[in-house]
């Protein structure tokens, strides 16, 4: 099932640079273990902020649950879950 | 170049069935001439809402602006456009 | 799958009192079919206000779309999703 | 009395360790309790989110402060209180 | 029990006359009646809005959500409800 | 003259508690005192958060700004202040 | 005693011509009244809106409700009121 | 001196077509009046939306809305307007 | 020129008591002194809050935005700006 | 391409004054150079705030991100991006 998220990122900026790259480096890692998985099919910065749109796509509401609350940055984020359905104007892929 | 774009429907309970059934109707064939062109990537019903996520893919934003304001149902619509940019963790799809 | 719902109505006060009464007993036939099948769990009265909070449960949410987009109040609604997940604290009913 | 609850965390996030488990512990020990004596019969996880919506049973207004603002998160959290009535399409349970 | 509660009217400028009169009577005598029996305690006018904030005292929600939907004026009112407990630094009256 | 202020408060869950203790016990005495000079009739907690409605009876604009800038908890709370007038159908205290 | 009020007129666009005149001729002269008691010191257009801004110098809240609700254009208006106290920096006049 | 102006346009859709026109037609005509006269250096079209940014050169607040209030549109538009001042760190045109 | 401004003033409660005063001392003579020269004819504070609305009369915008940024409190203040133009009914001074 | 940007700054009022001046003097040079270049054709200071409005001109939303994500104040500020396409009543330059 798909559900849009829009996640933003607020890091203090006095952060100390090597836990910022930490969390960074690990987020990606855990970002793209999902996409190559599938469970992430896709992932758009949004221009000019520190933020992204993406497209989730997971068994039910626990497993997006689960998935988000893992990412290295949930702390950081405000994040915006809307459940997708199918659009009735859309043409076949 | 790709745009995230929510669209929100307000159409008026009272317009008369038959107008109502000629926009939508022609509202869909337009959508579904664009996705064929490969310039309407991705379409979402938002679920409960008359509302919908996109992703569009056009040259640049005049075109985007004549796509959207040609909409048969633009009139009713509330529209927000969000420019994508890559996201550095995205792998190759 | 559970979902949380907002639905606030607007009925126009110059409707006519016939159409008025027609959509609001659909609208509960609708409702109670929906209960009776398990669908529609619990459905509260905001206090004060023409409006309800209800818990939905549904396979999907295409099922959930196809069940909030057939109530017969739909074009006077605005609606709000939130999708439920399990709470780590909630104990075995 | 039913009311409606939505409770939103907000955890420093460079918090103790363990302060941050101890009082996590108790919250979930004080919930639990409640939930066994029939006073918060619903708690479902917001999916996405730092965040629950619950129903709570109480006698009155002051028993339901009483209860909220003993939360050990209280002091971390938005509360947001919403009665509720009975909905006059709502079959018997 | 005490709720907070805040009305705002909207009445179409373009009603008829006697229209608006008759429900303004009919709104002022329904109030009137509820202030003589003691369950709507406070009525204060918001200065330069056609709007108010008034202290209700009723036996509970159901009796708040009938006594308010049925309001002349509620057709045309937003209303906000609060419950209201007892404050710690109150003195007896 | 009446007016109508909602007062919420931010404590830093961080304060010393004696700090914390002090503020809130003088809060408490200079709360009282106006409310025994009759300059604060009513003072109700809002049921789940850390916020109060209160009815103020002062001679002026300017003695409600010092009466309200010298609470002790002030420099943590936001503060909104609506005059109130007579309504038209309050019938007679 | 001295009041801040933003009022912002919302006049439909399609009333009729002499309507709206003579609405516009009676706002003009009600208020040019007031200015010369003294009880509207200053009116100020916000530019680019069909707005203003006001100071009203009244004796209370009665008398500030009852001049603003008898402005010819109140119906088509959002009123926003806010009480001014001595500044502690102000000169002398 | 500059002003940057926000121009939303809402036309009702059920306007006549011939008014529609004749009102868009009129804008056009006012507008460009004006940008060669170089009192609107710049007009951009929201990707989108039926609204614009622009930029007015002129004397002085007075002859600002004097501009945007003789707008064909004005009646149908929201207008926000900010004044603008030179950056610091602008370099010479 | 008139420019109407609203300046909230957010110091944080832990600052230490002698910047804090060396602050507003230094605040309320660079205003007075701009009050003596014409250039801030109007200072009014907001009753029960620590904000101000104010009329500016400067030459433009730049100095405008000079005076506002010059302010001892301008790094702890939100400040909102609205160009003032002559009203039609303003009767004479 | 043109893109509208709002750039809101928010320096924490402690940070270091060398810090804070090493910071906005390297936003000036990174400033002018894209200026120079002609990829920032337009900025303007927001009068009485730490703001700016700006116009950038770039190839593509990518070039857009790296081109904002850069701004040495980039961790400090709010910022909010709008496509622009070309108005139907621009004359040309």
Same mark, same amino acid.
């Given at each position: 099932? @798909? !559900?849009h998220v829009? +996640?933003?990122? &607020?890091l203090?900026?006095?952060l100390?640079?090597a =836990?910022?790259?930490?969390i960074i480096?690990r =987020? %990606?890692? !855990?970002?793209? %273990?999902l996409q190559?998985?599938?469970?992430?099919p896709h992932?758009w910065?949004?221009?000019?902020e520190?933020?992204?749109?993406?497209? @989730?796509?997971v068994a $039910?509401?626990d =497993?997006l &649950?689960?998935?988000l609350?893992?990412l290295?940055?949930?702390p950081y984020?405000?994040?915006?879950?809307?459940? @997708?359905? +199918?659009?009735?104007?859309?043409?076949? $892929?």
């Amino acid at each position: 099932m @798909l !559900y849009h998220v829009r +996640m933003d990122v &607020h890091l203090p900026p006095d952060l100390a640079p090597a =836990e910022r790259g930490d969390i960074i480096a690990r =987020e %990606k890692e !855990y970002s793209q %273990k999902l996409q190559r998985e599938g469970r992430w099919p896709h992932l758009w910065r949004i221009a000019g902020e520190y933020a992204n749109f993406s497209i @989730l796509d997971v068994a $039910d509401h626990d =497993e997006l &649950h689960a998935l988000l609350s893992g990412l290295p940055l949930f702390p950081y984020m405000n994040i915006e879950v809307t459940p @997708l359905a +199918m659009h009735p104007s859309k043409i076949a $892929d």
